[in-house]
């Protein structure tokens, strides 16, 4: 949901526009307002190839168009070597596409791959990001499809091939399908024997059974194969839990039956069987899918990072190859604009890099030759070329993310509940069950097997083993479709006791972009639009956060001889008068913290920009209070946070290291406290590991995203009460689950044991018993309404 | 009772073809994206024209 200040937001990507920006243009007979002009350029584009349908299918609205990107080298020798296939005389490449959002975007870019020449199909899978692209090498060339995808505003990475989880989700829908079909067969056939016990001669109830044999046959070995490689994993780790009871239930009443059949016995119990996996391979099938798809994504993204690098030869040529292929002491060349891929000594001019995915510090931090540039730092303004010093594990970035994997390691040792009550249930009913067969040998040998089955199956913990399961699947998917992926299958129960929230600044609570709040005109010669205007010129093309403030003004103004001075601002020149914007002590020699427009003449126009919340944020803020005590920890400057802080009602602790932040994390939760915390860069990556619950937003660094328990696809804040709000939910109703099943067997298995009840009776409860648990679970996927805040009243804005 | 042994192989049969047929739809991707071929009978019937080459 994306909330528009003054009513006007950009029609191609939702973002925010103020009443006064320029960007316009004439759609279909309706003027539509513009962020940028790479968003107008999309939006015009769409409509002039007859693909406006776009807007109007679509459910969500996707990123903006970002500056134009080279993809010159993807076309290179080496990186088709590295990432381009080639398959009946076309090539294919694996992509991760940007923003995509919803299944409209899959359809645009489908759209888009068939209007291209030479481009034979662009197939993309809109959970995951994952995109195909199958293409005539002699037709057309990569560096043109990623060029057009970018223009569009779906800027794609080379990524690997996630073939591999591909695979298994199709191999667990068959399996599924098989358990499915063969469980309504089985019924169908064991049916039969119920309703005909009597009557049925002794031939044609053989015939039933062997045919119910046949079928129950593969939906023991086929789809209830993961159930068993389970339960031989956990028996290995001597941690015997759901799987080994679940492998133990239908193993017995396969078996059992398989026997009766062969001897002629009293009653067959494959239903029971077939049942049982189709079950729970249901519920478990859901819950992975939407597992399995969260963490493909991040999994995706993780891998588009730093594959290959540019390395120079001694001749001064430069060649794709491979990061592994680098050594200490190779040279590479970074373009700007591009993260750096491995630790590395500067040999060019001095530049600007960004290293806020290290430090969490916007501000660009200038480097001189001789420096070291660290892993994860971009390019800002020049190109770099670096000596590798460190690379892969050895660089910084990697050391951070082994000393994260570590702390992950460690928290995954703590079992769940329901695999601890599994286990001695487990053992519990198989005491009872032998005990009920010694018990009747000795007494009556005849009705020993039949009392041994009913008990078997009343025990068969069914609904029992579904009761968590199902109500987990049934909040995964509930959050799922709102845009909330929990990551890790524990993070949903912990997340039921938070009682303290706390949030990074930059990026979590205010929307981490500055933005121009007032703009002074102090010469009449030049009104504020056409300050604002000249100051988007000057700013054109440039990556530095400041940049992002200005470029809704852009329209077109020409200008010459730009360059970028590092730390200080802008210079060029417009209509023959050189210009500079930047710093009040660099631009015109005066003071203040505004940031000035200045020409020969001095001061001509003086602009305030800064962060500003985001729309939901004290809404949201004051929801948690309701539960929690919230708290801001951020590396800023204590000032700034203080006033957002101030704002939000809320404590602060501003100038912390990454590492004070993950200490205290830790120290609130030594005192007893479930913290739970909420971040987006990678300097907030150990303290979301730390947290009890770690959320990352959605527009965060992959890294972060990669080690949080659970990701917000959309940046909306008021997401976190409707994870806290369905944990709480899902607990209640696997209580209730747990509950009816306990109180259930407890209820039925003195009548198996006493052989009262007949083992199919005992069946038919189980499954009645087991449909009740689901349908309970079902109520989950009812979601609360969230209330929208009104933009308007809360365009609060902080100087940060 | 005889018309069984005709009734249940034959049911049987069903259920393989049904089975042989999932799996070729699965392994033909059909259920790899459930979303978008939904917009696909949206569109017009003609498909979208191919950029001239040259331009």
């Keep these: 949901m994306v909330v528009a200040m003054n009513g006007a937001a950009c029609y191609h990507c939702g973002e925010s526009v103020s009443a006064h920006a320029l960007i316009r243009a004439d759609l279909d007979g309706a003027e539509r307002a513009f962020c940028c002009t790479g968003c107008r350029a999309a939006a015009e584009w769409l409509h002039q190839g007859g693909l406006a349908d776009y807007y109007t299918l679509r459910s969500e609205v996707t990123g903006r168009v970002d500056a134009a990107q080279d993809f010159g080298d993807w076309d290179s020798a080496g990186f088709r070597r590295l990432y381009v296939h080639d398959i009946d005389g076309q090539s294919e490449c694996d992509l991760s596409i940007g923003n995509i959002r919803c299944a409209a975007c899959a359809w645009l870019i489908d759209r888009v791959g068939r209007q291209m020449p030479g481009v034979a199909a662009i197939t993309v899978d809109p959970a995951t990001t994952h995109a195909r692209v199958r293409f005539d090498p002699a037709r057309t060339s990569l560096s043109a499809i990623a060029a057009r995808l970018a223009a569009i505003g779906y800027a794609p990475r080379i990524v690997q091939d996630p073939a591999d989880a591909k695979r298994e989700r199709r191999q667990s829908l068959k399996r599924l399908a098989v358990a499915g079909l063969g469980a309504m067969q089985a019924m169908m056939f064991t049916e039969a024997l119920y309703w005909g016990a009597d009557e049925l001669d002794v031939g044609t109830r053989d015939f039933f059974r062997i045919v119910a044999m046949l079928v129950a046959t593969p939906v023991v070995f086929y789809s209830g194969f993961p159930f068993f490689r389970g339960a031989w994993r956990e028996l290995s780790l001597r941690q015997p839990g759901m799987d080994v009871l679940v492998s133990l239930s239908v193993g017995l009443a396969y078996v059992a039956s398989v026997i009766e059949t062969l001897r002629g016995g009293p009653a067959v119990y494959f239903d029971a069987a077939v ?80 290293e ?46 082994a000393r994260i994997g570590t702390g992950l390691h460690l928290a995954a040792g703590s079992t769940e509940l329901g695999q601890r009550i599994a286990a001695r249930f487990t053992l519990a009913m198989l005491v009872v069950a032998a005990l009920t067969g010694l018990y ?4 009556d040998a005849a009705r020993a097997m039949p009392a041994v089955l009913a008990v078997l199956a009343a025990a068969c913990p069914c609904a029992f083993a579904l009761a968590l399961p199902a109500s987990l699947a049934a909040a995964h998917s509930m959050l799922a479709k709102h845009g909330v992926i929990v990551t890790r299958p524990d993070a949903l129960t912990r997340a039921t006791r938070i009682d303290r929230i706390v949030c990074d600044k930059t990026g979590t609570l205010t929307e981490g972009r500055p933005r121009l709040i007032e703009a002074f005109s102090l010469d009449a010669a030049v009104p504020r639009a056409r300050a604002l205007a000249i100051a988007a010129a000057l700013e054109r093309g440039h990556r530095h956060p400041l940049a992002h403030a200005f470029r809704e003004f852009d329209c077109g103004v020409e200008v010459e001889a730009a360059q970028a001075l590092a730390g200080s601002g802008v210079l060029g020149q417009v209509d023959g008068q050189t210009w500079r914007l930047g710093r009040a002590d660099w631009s015109a020699a005066s003071d203040g913290d505004d940031i000035v427009l200045a020409n020969a003449g001095g001061v001509v126009a003086r602009f305030r920009v800064a962060d500003r919340l985001r729309a939901e944020a004290v809404d949201a803020v004051r929801d948690w209070q309701r539960f929690a005590t919230v708290e801001v920890m951020s590396g800023d400057h204590p000032d700034a946070v203080a006033t957002v802080a101030g704002v939000l009602g809320i404590d602060a602790r501003g100038r912390l290291t990454p590492e004070q932040k993950r200490a205290a994390i830790q120290a609130l939760r030594a005192q007893g406290h479930r913290v739970l915390m909420i971040g987006d860069g990678l300097n907030d990556t150990e303290s979301l590991a730390a947290a009890d619950v770690g959320v990352a937003m959605g527009g965060g660094a992959a890294i972060a995203q990669c080690h949080a328990d659970v990701l917000l696809l959309r940046d909306d804040l008021r997401l976190v009460r409707l994870l806290i709000d369905t944990a709480q939910h899902a607990r209640r109703i696997a209580r209730q689950n747990l509950g009816w099943s306990i109180g259930y067997h407890l209820m039925i298995v003195p009548f198996a044991v006493t052989g009262l009840m007949s083992p199919w009776l005992a069946a038919v409860g189980m499954a009645a018993s087991s449909l009740l648990v689901t349908l309970n679970a079902l109520r989950l996927r009812r979601a609360p309404v969230m209330r929208v805040p009104d933009a308007r009243k809360q365009a609060t804005e902080v100087h940060a | 009772m005889n018309i069984l042994l005709v009734l249940v192989p034959v049911s049987l049969a069903l259920i393989g073809l049904a089975i042989w047929a999932f799996f070729w739809a699965v392994d033909d991707g059909q259920f790899d994206d459930l979303d978008t071929p939904g917009f696909h009978a949206l569109d017009d019937d003609k498909a979208p024209e191919r950029e001239d080459p040259q331009a």
């Design chain 1, 275 to 354: 049942m049982f996996v189709f079950l729970l391979g249901a519920a478990r099938h859901v819950e992975a899918i939407a597992r399995a798809r969260a963490t493909e994504r991040l999994q995706l993204i993780a891998s588009t990072q730093h594959q290959h690098a540019d390395r120079i030869d001694a001749s001064g040529h430069a060649s794709a190859v491979a990061l592994s292929e680098l050594r200490h002491g190779d040279r590479i060349r970074v373009a700007s604009g591009e993260s750096v891929p491995v630790d590395g000594r500067l040999q060019s001019s001095a530049a600007r890099v960004d």
């Design chain 1, 440 to 443: 009747w040998a000795n007494v």
């Design chain 1, 356 to 401: 806020s995915l290290l430090t969490g510090e916007a501000e660009p931090v200038p480097r001189a030759i001789g420096d070291t540039v660290l892993a994860g730092s971009v390019a800002l303004d020049t190109p770099l070329l670096l000596e590798v010093t460190a690379v892969g594990t050895a660089t910084r970035l990697g050391q951070l993310r």
